[in-house]
Nanobody, 120 residues
């Protein structure tokens, strides 16, 4: 299983970006999907996550500005980000809990990280 993230880039403060992450491989089902981020010199933190019943939760800094969504049929999780601030600058990682074909348990997978840079 591989996760491919895309959509990062450089924007000015107040701008918007949409990140997307698609899973490929021998997948039976996907449970939790999420986006994390890691700023330079800091630990990786949860931005938002969404269950397979589409219940979403957000970090305080993301609430009201970011929206996470998923398309199970396309094995995709997206993060729409608005009103971006310089402090949102970070590597953004997608995460999916995948049950692979032939197994009955979930395995966590990470994408490669996509860079978001917000200038003032």
């Amino acid at each position: 299983v591989q996760l491919q993230a895309s959509g990062g880039g450089a924007v000015h403060s107040g701008g918007s970006l949409r990140l997307s992450c698609v899973a490929s491989g021998s997948i039976s089902s996907i449970n939790r999907m999420a986006w994390y981020r890691q700023a330079p010199g800091k630990q990786r933190v949860l931005v938002a996550d969404i269950s397979n019943s589409n219940s979403a939760s957000y970090a305080d800094f993301a609430e009201g500005r970011f929206t996470i969504s998923r398309d199970g049929g396309k094995r995709t999780v997206a993060l729409q980000m608005h009103s971006l601030k310089p402090e949102d600058t970070a590597l953004y990682y997608c995460y999916q809990e995948v049950t692979t074909s032939g197994r009955s348990y979930e395995i966590p997978f990470w994408g490669q990280g996509t860079l978001v840079t917000v200038s003032s």
